[in-house]
Each structure stands twice: as structure tokens, then as C-alpha cells.
Nanobody, 124 residues
Framework: QVQMDESGGGLAQAGESLSLSCAAS???????MAWFRQAPGKEREFLAA????????YYGDSVKGRFTISRDNALNALYLRMNSLKPEDTGVYYC??????????????????WGQGTQVTVSS
């Protein structure tokens, strides 16, 4: 059984930093993992993805230069370091995994497994 658990969300002020973690278990193989977020009343938005095999990373325009995605193969863990947070970064953050290459990587439909989400709230 696949289980993915996010942690590290919380409250921050604009300009501060937060780090998120995603612990994945039960995945015998993964091609890539990603972070998405969803703000109230909005579509789920792609933030960043990593190719689990070669470490290649991809970012959405709204977070490029501020957020950093990383992975730990040994721990089966995914991370998101978020710097220079803005109020518009507020939302529920989800980690996701796919078990084969699917395109486009920024589409939520390209991922097979999802965590339950963790709330991030950024005040001005």
C-alpha cells in the first residue's frame, strides 16, 4: 500500500522561510515526484518536480528562484525549501509521485499517488 505523508506546514510571515517534507512508503518504483499547492477556490498548481533517477528538477514560474525541491533516495523522502514567502503562497501543499514518465510534468493528471496535504499560511 502506497502512503505519502507531508509535514512541515504552518504559519509564516512574508519574507520568511519554511521547509516541507514528504515521506513516501510502499513505492517500489517511482519515476518522479512533485509538489503542488491549492489555494481556496483555485486549481491545483504545479510548483516543482524532480526526476527520481537523475535528479533533474523543474519549477513553476511562480516559485522559480524562491523554492528548491530535493530528494533523499535512501530515506524515500522529498523536500521543498521555500524562501521569500509571499501571502499568495498560502494554500494546501501536496506531494505527488508517478511510477512512469507522463507528460506534461506540470499537470496533476500526470501523477499516480498523492499525499493528504499540509497547510501553509503566509501573512503580510
Amino acid at each position: 500500500q502506497v502512503q505519502m505523508d507531508e509535514s512541515g506546514g504552518g504559519l509564516a510571515q512574508a519574507g520568511e522561510s519554511l521547509s516541507l517534507s514528504c515521506a513516501a512508503s510502499g513505492l517500489t518504483y517511482r519515476f518522479g515526484m512533485a509538489w503542488f499547492r491549492q489555494a481556496p477556490g483555485k486549481e491545483r498548481e504545479f510548483l516543482a518536480a524532480v526526476n527520481w533517477n537523475d535528479g533533474g528538477t523543474y519549477y513553476g514560474d511562480s516559485v522559480k528562484g524562491r523554492f528548491t525541491i530535493s530528494r533523499d533516495n535512501a530515506l524515500n523522502a522529498l523536500y521543498l525549501r521555500m524562501n521569500s514567502l509571499k501571502p499568495e503562497d498560502t494554500g494546501v501543499y501536496y506531494c505527488a509521485a508517478n511510477i512512469r514518465w507522463r507528460s506534461p510534468i506540470y499537470s496533476k493528471n500526470s501523477y499516480d499517488y498523492w499525499g493528504q496535504g499540509t497547510q501553509v499560511t503566509v501573512s503580510s
